[in-house]
Structures are given as structure tokens and as C-alpha cells.
Nanobody, 124 residues
Framework: QVQLVESGGGLVQAGGSLRLSCVAS????????MGWYRQPPGMEREFVAA????????FYADSVKGRFTISRNNAKNTVYLQADSLKPGDTAVYFC?????????????????WGQGTQVTVSS
């Protein structure tokens, strides 16, 4: 059973940046593709970004492409989401997700592990 703990959320002004982190435990981190989802207030959870277990390939939602960067450090069991040029529309709870394939991560398959989320609020 993989446990995921997110951190790094907070309140930031539009145009600012945040770096979210997610630390994994209870499994072999380098065996998992990782990703980030977000759930804006009153809306469905949506895919943000994913990264393969080697870090060699990354995938992004169109809404964040060019502004957000996903990366991982397998030695630290940690995946990151660098969020730049933030907009009020990026306000959401951000969730970390792990899966044994990147396809499962990008589709939010039920065979994935999820963290509890971290709140990101972007003020205008």
C-alpha cells in the first residue's frame, strides 16, 4: 500500500509561483508513474500532469502546459509540481497520484493511489 503526502500549497497572488511536493512511502517509488490532479471548488477532479517512472516523459493538461512543470526525485521518493504564472482559475485542491502505468495515472484509473490533497488559492 502506497501512502502519499502532499505539501507546498498556500495563498499566492496571480502571476506568482508555488512548488508542490508529494512524498511517497510504503512502496518502491521508482516503480510508479506519478501525477497531479486538481479539484476546483464545486467542480470535478481534473488531470493536471503526469510523469513516467524514469522521469523520461511528461504529460500535461492543455490548461497548464507551459506554466507547470512536473518532476521527480526517485532517491527522495518525491514528485514535484512547479506551478508558475498562476491564475485565479488554478485555485483548487491539488492531489498527488501514483499508478503502475502512466496510462492509469492520466486516466485516473481505480488502480491508483491518492494523497489527501493540498489547497492552492490564487488571488486576483
Amino acid at each position: 500500500q502506497v501512502q502519499l503526502v502532499e505539501s507546498g500549497g498556500g495563498l499566492v497572488q496571480a502571476g506568482g509561483s508555488l512548488r508542490l511536493s508529494c512524498v511517497a512511502s510504503g512502496g518502491t517509488f521508482s516503480n510508479y508513474a506519478m501525477g497531479w490532479y486538481r479539484q476546483p471548488p464545486g467542480m470535478e477532479r481534473e488531470f493536471v500532469a503526469a510523469i513516467t517512472w524514469t522521469g523520461g516523459s511528461t504529460f500535461y493538461a492543455d490548461s497548464v502546459k507551459g506554466r507547470f512543470t512536473i518532476s521527480r526525485n526517485n532517491a527522495k521518493n518525491t514528485v514535484y509540481l512547479q506551478a508558475d504564472s498562476l491564475k485565479p482559475g488554478d485555485t483548487a485542491v491539488y492531489f498527488c497520484v501514483a499508478g503502475d502505468t502512466v496510462a492509469r495515472v492520466t486516466t485516473g484509473s481505480n488502480r491508483t493511489y491518492w494523497g489527501q490533497g493540498t489547497q492552492v488559492t490564487v488571488s486576483s
